[in-house]
């Protein structure tokens, strides 16, 4: 039985690929193994997106190429963004890879393992990608059996002018509202998930492209039950689709977290402009209140590029001003990478690296003075916490997260007292750091 170990890099909807890419090759017959050193095949499930995973993507496929060398594996295979980006560059580049695969390609992967075992290189990658998987197929988790990433459309038609996205993944399609429920319930059935993450690349255009009005809304009421003894959350909300609906629907269903994350990318009305963003700061502003005045306990989620093109400093001191007043409770922050094939790449007035960084460690340092008085306010209060794992870090005898934290992205508490990981468990607030919190089970 050939021995196959994969390594998934990027998003979660990269994770979800990968894990329906192990169940299939488990379907047919090989062994999955959890270290790359002794395996018959390594995989990369590689991300494309910005400069960063562009490296770690690198990386690690140059540190299975050594393995290669060692003697250690048979073959490497790399699929998913990066190959589809780069897949001349990388067969030329690195002599150790034989197989290259697309994002649209992984169902075919399987079928071509044996040709590659006896020594024929494959190269299959789509020119027009279209990977979305509309149909429930099986999945082996990478995350923990008690939650779970659900991916409810491929692609994006949004067009931001700094994003590769479209290119990597093509225009937006959504799956059908049976399928996502189909699913929903498998994994409920198969793995007891506690938690169901929406995801995709812009949930809130979920249906769009059936040239009806947005689905989403309607899709969470209808998951709603399926997780009845858990929660339903929502991941990559683009602001300019939240509609009062979804708000609604938010609000008023007790197991959907109340935890909204809205990418704003910035605030100056030039650069949402520049950026393709479809809104403007008012648009923005509007809705954050609306969402804040209708959502008792909401926990908003921001992310904010800086450094993008022609930036200046008048520019980004409002954007600083904003999130200061604003006060997220949760906030990413990235600086603006470069990416060939982007409109923005072409613009002019990119900004130095040191201007990009310092900008970076200013809203950053900002938030974290945010983050550490919104997470003081919760000392003395009693959460509804989901144990994650047993762990000693900080005193903790476990690590869970509240509703207002997403996995991987966001906080943690550790928790001490009496409590089961994979449950949920009541939780009282006795301290907090930056980020994170602490507390006693009840």
């Known amino acids: ?20 890419l192990l169940a299939s090759l488990q379907k047919e017959g090989f062994s999955i193994v959890d270290e790359a050193e002794g395996a018959d095949i390594a995989t990369v499930n590689t991300c494309g997106f910005i400069e960063d995973a562009k490296k770690e993507s690198i990386d690690a496929i140059m540190a299975l190429a050594d393995l290669k060398k060692q003697g250690a594996i048979s073959r490497i295979i790399v699929c998913g963004c990066l190959s589809q980006r780069y897949p001349n560059e990388l067969i030329e580049e690195v002599g150790e890879i034989d197989g290259i695969f697309g994002t649209s390609d992984l169902a ?8 590659i075992m006896d020594g024929q290189k494959i190269r299959h990658v789509s020119a027009d990608p279209d990977p979305l998987r509309a ?16 991916k409810i459309q491929e692609g994006c038609s949004n067009r931001c002018s700094y994003c590769v996205i479209p290119s990597l ?45 947005p689905e989403l809304a309607s899709l969470v009421r209808k998951l709603s039950p399926v997780m009845e003894d858990g929660w339903v959350r929502l991941l990559y909300a683009h602001p300019a689709r939240f509609s ?3 708000i609604d629907v938010i609000a008023g269903t007790p197991n959907v977290c109340k935890y909204v994350d809205l990418p704003i990318q910035h605030i100056n009305n030039r650069i949402l402009g520049m950026m393709n963003r479809a809104v403007t700061r008012k648009d923005i502003e509007r809705l954050i209140h609306k969402v804040r005045e209708r959502i008792e306990g909401v926990t908003i989620r921001t992310s904010i590029i800086v450094g993008f093109p022609g930036e200046t400093d ?42 990009k960084k310092e900008r970076f ?22 959460l509804k916490v989901l144990v994650d794992e047993a762990s000693s870090a900080r005193g903790g005898h476990f690590v869970g997260r509240g509703e207002m934290d997403a996995p ?16 949920f468990s009541r939780v009282r607030i006795t301290g907090s750091y930056e980020y994170d919190l602490v507390g006693e089970a009840e």
Do not use: W
């Not at 991987?408 to 449950?423: F, L, N, Q």
């Open 135 to 150: 149909e429930p197929l099986d999945r082996r988790l990478l995350t923990p059996e008690h939650y779970a990433y659900l």
């Open 244 to 246: 009062d609906e979804l």
């Open 169 to 213: 993944k093509g225009a937006h399609k959504s799956r059908t509202v049976d399928s996502v429920l189909r699913e929903a319930e498998s994994l409920k059935r198969s793995y007891g998930v506690k938690e169901l993450i929406l995801i995709g690349q812009d949930i809130t255009s979920f249906g769009e492209d059936r040239g009806s009005s």
């Open 314 to 355: 008048e520019e980004f001191g409002e954007l600083m001003q904003f999130l200061k007043d604003t006060r997220f409770e949760r906030l990413g922050c990235f600086t603006y990478s470069r990416e060939e094939g982007t409109p923005a790449a072409g613009f002019e007035g990119h900004l130095p690296e040191e201007v």
């Open 408 to 423: 991987e992205v966001d906080g943690v508490v550790y928790i001490s007292g009496d409590a089961k990981p994979a449950e």
């Open 1 to 20: 039985m050939k021995k196959i170990f994969l390594l998934s890099l990027g998003c979660p909807r990269n994770l979800t690929d990968s894990e329906v």
């Open 108 to 115: 075919v992967l399987p079928g071509m393992i044996e040709t």
């Open 361 to 382: 460690d200013a809203v950053m340092g900002q938030q974290q003075e945010i983050s550490l008085e919104n997470n003081l306010s919760l000392v003395g209060k009693t």
